[in-house]
């Protein structure tokens, strides 16, 4: 058999060529690995959120087609590790002079010398009412005095399964510090707006509307210190104050997961607290389908025991 004359191995490239190129061309340091921050190691210059970032996963730069494709097998990696020191530097220099102004209690020259009796939770919280951020903060600081021993317990991030487009929004304990009463209260950004929705009767298992069926829990952040729980008011300045950030709905960004996590990320990042993943925690940003012929079962059974969990008591 004749013997090739032309080194033809010579001539074949390595199956990675292209993409070593394209490695050298963005600047990458071979072998050497850091902390992206989207929280995973990776190698440099090239930050994967440059690709796929964190508060811009619905980026102009995707269409919305590959946006609905992509959130349907999106699973997200842990919130305390994808989220350090985040808010810290995308919110809180816009937030913090507002969260951090505690209630003042006016003092005068002449005291009252008859203390009224503490009536626990004020007569707003105990009838139904839906509010924009903007008016229930306004609301709030109309009295001050009558909402100085309201202390928020617990913020938890939810997604409902048989709304929409699995709309997700968050929901708080406020606790009054004095009585001990307790009431639930839900905000989240929708197509029509961001809102607050105050005194619904959860005991009744009924929802405020489709937008909170069959609620599915992900995260949770617990104030457990009394001495530094936050007060309601910090908790209406950063509503008000994201929704003054980014005021519009868009589909492809600031959605309703976008303003879920900015909210209690700032809160965590301002008050600390304990985060609790729940089981079904990797499901955030991500659209489930769930209809008459895909039941989910196994998402619908604990989104269901959490709900009678939430008519039962108020922990979460």
Known sequence: MAHLTHPWVALRRPRNLKRQRWIAGVGLTGGVRQHCSCGKPHSRNLDLCLLF?????????????????FRLFYHASSFEVAHN???????????????????????????????????????????FERFSTKAWL????????????????????????????????????????????????????????????VGWNWASGSTPSDHYKLPLPLLTVTFDDADKRPDLQSLAHVLSATT?????????????????????????????????????????????????????????KHAELFKRQLAEEMSY
Request: hydrophobic share 35%; aromatic share 14%; charged share 25%.
């Open 53 to 69: 970032p964190r508060h811009r996963f619905g980026s102009s730069r995707f269409n919305t087609v590959f946006l609905l494709l």
């Open 85 to 127: 020191g985040y808010a810290r530097r995308l919110y809180l220099p816009l937030l913090q002079e507002a969260v951090s102004k505690p209630y003042e209690e006016e003092v005068g020259n002449e005291k009252s010398l008859v203390v009224p009796a503490n009536q626990g939770l004020p007569n707003s919280f105990k009838t």
């Open 138 to 197: 306004e609301t709030l600081l109309q009295d001050p005095a009558e909402c100085k021993n309201l202390k928020v317990n617990s913020i938890t991030w939810i997604k409902a399964l048989a709304s929409p487009f699995s709309h997700e929004f968050i929901q708080f304990i406020v606790e009054d510090s004095v009585s001990g009463q307790r009431t639930r209260v839900a905000a989240g950004r929708e197509e029509t707006g961001d809102w607050v929705l």
């Open 244 to 300: 003054e950030k980014h005021p519009a709905y868009k589909f492809r960004r600031e959605m309703c997961w976008w303003y879920a996590e900015t909210v209690l990320e700032v809160m965590h990042e301002q008050f600390d607290g304990k985060v609790k993943e729940w089981e079904w925690s990797r499901y955030r940003y991500s659209f489930i389908v769930k209809t008459s012929f895909i039941r989910r079962k196994v998402l619908t």
